[in-house]
């Protein structure tokens, strides 16, 4: 893997079986990443971004190809050890929030570390990330009494809270005003700033602008990797 990288994705290839069909998703895409970078990847509805995120993010295993993560090769890792590498290395933001509505906001932040030895300075970690995203008053709140921006820069500070190597976030602003959109985007710029590698699907081109380089696909083709 080149110096600095850390995605190298070569072939990947990925098809579900519909009836007696074959239905291809993702066509070959090859694609590099580096440590520090900001990619946004675009493309129309059903172009295979959600798919290629989550195999990026070790929730999906392609069909074909090779996928190499801070210079380990994961295609080929059981199960267990893939959720060993999503938890200790990989936050994910989704646009539906994913927070569980019977849980405050500082339970939902730890509830990564439920999951994996992440050390005893947890709640540290859970009380720093909060500040981070300019929560720490609301730790006590339940999932009801936060906007949706809110609700939003809480699946972010679960992200952070964990100290991934990688942020992949889905449509993170897809349910938000323009306002609070803007709000995103800064906390955004600032976790790259502090030297996060972020990687964004998006259908905003607002968003998409934000990062530091961005790639098209289209039916599985990836361009301008």
Same mark, same amino acid.
């Given at each position: 893997m080149p110096s600095g990288s850390l995605i190298e994705a070569r072939g990947l290839v990925k098809s579900y079986r519909r009836a007696e069909? /074959?239905?291809? *998703?993702?066509? @070959? $895409?090859?694609?590099? $990443? /580096?440590a520090g970078e900001?990619? =946004?990847?675009? @493309?129309?509805?059903?172009?295979g971004k959600s798919t290629l995120l989550h195999i990026l993010g070790c929730l999906d295993s392609p069909s074909e190809g090779r996928y190499v993560l801070d210079g380990r090769d994961v295609t080929q890792l059981s199960d267990r050890a893939l959720s060993r590498i999503r938890a200790r290395h990989i936050g994910? *933001?989704?646009?539906?929030f994913n927070l569980i509505p019977s849980l405050t906001l500082q339970e939902n932040i730890a509830l990564p570390f439920a999951y =994996?030895?992440? @050390?005893?300075?947890?709640? =540290?970690r859970v009380q720093r990330s909060m500040a981070q995203v300019g929560l720490a008053e609301r730790r006590d709140h339940l999932p009801s009494a936060l906007s949706g921006g809110e609700m939003q820069r809480a699946a972010i500070a679960r992200a952070l809270a964990v100290g991934p190597k990688l942020i992949l976030a889905d449509e993170p602003t897809g349910n938000l005003d323009a306002g609070t959109t803007r709000d995103i985007l800064n906390l955004f710029a600032s976790m790259h700033a502090g030297g996060a590698t972020i990687i964004v699907v998006t259908h905003d081109r607002d968003v998409a602008a934000a990062a530091r380089r961005c790639i098209l696909l289209t039916d599985g083709v990836l361009s301008g990797a």
């Open positions: 069909r /074959s239905l291809p *998703v993702l066509r @070959g $895409v090859d694609l590099s $990443v /580096s900001f990619l =946004a990847i675009m @493309g129309p509805s059903g172009s994910f *933001v989704f646009q539906t =994996a030895d992440l @050390g005893d300075d947890f709640q =540290a």
